[in-house]
């Protein structure tokens, strides 16, 4: 049997560090979205006696993806067969156009998109591999899920879908070349007080307001928020130009994802993108545009 997948990029609309737990995980509020614009992978799975997975990647950032047995795709794959007791084979076909290290979930989208895979192929419950996925990484589990826009709580696994319309904000993505750990990102912050806590809170709310009524980009935009920038910002001077760089090329609302590199700016109008893409383009950065996957 051959599966043909997309694998979606993410965006963080709103992400706050709420504490720190005794294993050393931070506890985290935030709000995913996912994005027209990812990657591709066939997934070949055949009955076998012995287990065998083999991986094969092109596409632009094929380059920089680790051996295959730290690939999360393929380690993925192993702890799935290992879990259900399952032997098989299979082949995964990737084609990477997600940069690794830009806060878009690359590699935790390739995992989560091939296990709801795995899952329907062998008609388990997603609830019985969540665990697997959590286990692999915080931001594995959102990708289980069909759902457009979830809030994540926990250290992004525990997920509530949000019933929200489709937004019209249309929306540029950019990668400034290179790439940022999320744990130094996490070891270099520190998590702000109770009273900071209490003065973002309410712009989450803004946000979420804003997608279920359907609100106009207005209504919501000055909602975004995202504790890491503090860090990111103050150490990747890549970063920090880029996002400086939307805001001198019209965007009014524009944002580092997750633990960056990557900086996102959402628009009202598609020429107003495509005007900042040509500047963008003219400084030499690569950007993509996209739009948030359609509400179910």
């Keep these: 049997m051959i ?7 993410k965006i963080n609309l709103f992400l706050e560090v709420t504490g720190k737990r005794p294993d050393g995980y931070h506890e985290l509020l935030t709000l995913f979205a996912k994005l027209n614009f990812g990657d591709k992978i066939s997934l070949q799975i055949e009955d076998s006696e012995t287990t065998a997975v083999e991986l094969t990647a092109a596409g632009p950032h094929a380059s920089a993806l680790p051996p295959k047995e ?22 995964i076909a ?3 156009n997600i940069p690794a290290g830009a806060g878009l979930g ?12 795995l899952a329907a192929h062998y008609k388990k419950d997603i609830k019985d591999v969540l665990p697997l996925a959590a286990k692999m990484g915080a931001d594995i589990p959102l990708f289980l899920y069909d759902d457009a826009f979830m809030l994540g709580r926990g250290i992004g696994d525990k997920l ?5 319309k489709n937004p019209q904000a249309y929306i540029l993505v950019a990668w400034p070349g290179v790439h940022v750990a999320t744990k130094d990102v996490f070891a270099a912050l520190k998590p702000p007080a109770q009273k900071e806590l209490l003065t973002t809170g309410p712009k989450l709310d803004k946000i979420l307001y804003g997608l279920k009524k359907g609100s106009g980009l207005d209504a919501w935009g ?11 910002l103050a150490k990747s001077k890549e970063t920090a130009g880029l996002k400086e760089l939307f ?47 359609r509400c179910l």
Excluded at 3 to 9: G, K, N, R, T
Excluded at 106 to 117: F, H, I, M, R, V
């Design 94 to 96: 990737l084609e990477k």
């Design 247 to 293: 805001k001198t090329s019209g965007c009014k609302y524009a944002m580092m994802s997750g633990s960056g590199s990557s900086v996102f700016g959402l628009f009202e109008h598609t020429a107003a993108r495509d005007e900042a893409a040509l500047k963008l383009e003219r400084a030499g950065i690569a950007a993509f545009k996209t739009d948030f996957v």
């Design 106 to 117: 690359g590699g935790s989208s390739n995992a989560g998109t091939t296990l709801k895979c």
């Design 70 to 91: 730290k690939n999360l795709v393929y380690r993925a794959v192993i702890s799935f067969f290992d879990a259900f007791n399952i032997k098989a084979k299979c082949n």
């Design 160 to 164: 509530i879908p949000v019933k929200a």
């Design 3 to 9: 599966y043909e997948l997309f694998s979606p990029a």
């Design 222 to 232: 000055t909602g975004l928020f995202n504790r890491l920038e503090r860090v990111v």
